[in-house]
């Protein structure tokens, strides 16, 4: 049950998005095909990780109810409890500009925001 309402949650409006990219990709190898299939595979491993996620979870003892509550939470830390998390860019240690997540330096005066972090099991999706 808790992962069908995981895949539920996670997949919402990007369920939608991918059945829109179906229906626009007629021609096997197009660029919409190619974009669909990148998408298939995306969340097929976010489903594979979020299962494991759950199972060592409730090894621990943590319930349904603590997941939704931490959902909720994590949903509401970037200030809109829209159902999506958006990654949060962070600030420029020598000019003060905002940096936008995914940058490694910044846009404006080309310093670097951090260094970059070991691959993780959340690469590639």
Do not use: N
Request: some cysteine; glycine content about 12%.
């Amino acid at each position: 049950m808790t992962l069908h309402f995981l895949a539920g949650y996670v997949l919402g409006e990007h369920g939608k998005q991918s059945a829109r990219l179906a229906a626009q990709s007629r021609a096997p190898g197009s660029a919409s095909s190619e974009a669909l299939y990148d998408v298939e595979d995306r969340i097929d491993r976010l489903i594979l990780i979020m299962a494991a996620m759950w199972d060592l979870l409730k090894e621990q003892g943590l319930t349904e109810q603590d997941l939704q509550e931490r959902i909720a939470q994590l949903d509401q830390a970037d200030g809109t409890a829209d159902g999506k998390f958006t990654a949060q860019g962070t600030v420029c240690r020598a000019c003060g500009a905002k940096v936008g997540p995914g940058l490694v330096a910044c846009q404006f005066c080309g310093v670097e925001v951090g260094a970059a972090a070991a691959p993780g099991v959340f690469d590639g999706v």
